[in-house]
Nanobody
Framework: QVHVMESGGGLVQPGGSLRLSCEAS????????MGWYRQAPGKQRERELI?????????NYADSVKGRFTISRDNAKSTVYLQMNSLKPEDTAVYYC???????????WGQGTQVTVSS
């Protein structure tokens, strides 16, 4: 079973950048599709998928972050990244990493990392 842990959140001014990391341990990382979700304040039941990357490296983005965020993976380091540029106050949220292997439906969530965009 895979386990994942996020890092890299923090406070940043509007227009700034942050890079989130998600390190996986356990089963073979390269077999997993990876995704970044976020949950905005006051929206306890809405976890939005904002970026995903397949095991072959194909990326997809939500319209809200397209052109500003970039997801990437380093299989040698068992890590997926989310580079966030041109950050806006509405990007403020807890960001979660997800790992999913379609074949076995093995899935894991991280504990989340807070990103706050404010002046």
């Amino acid at each position: 079973q895979v386990h994942v842990m996020e890092s890299g959140g923090g406070l940043v001014q509007p227009g700034g950048s942050l890079r989130l990391s998600c390190e996986a341990s356990g089963r073979l990382f390269s077999m997993y599709g990876m995704g970044w979700y976020r949950q905005a304040p006051g929206k306890q039941r809405e976890r939005e998928l904002i970026a995903s990357i397949t095991k072959s490296g194909s990326a997809n983005y939500a319209d809200s972050v397209k052109g500003r965020f970039t997801i990437s993976r380093d299989n040698a380091k068992s890590t997926v990244y989310l580079q966030m540029n041109s950050l806006k106050p509405e990007d403020t949220a807890v960001y979660y990493c997800n790992a999913l292997e379609i074949g076995t439906m093995d899935q894991a969530w991280g504990q989340g990392t807070q990103v706050t965009v404010s002046s």
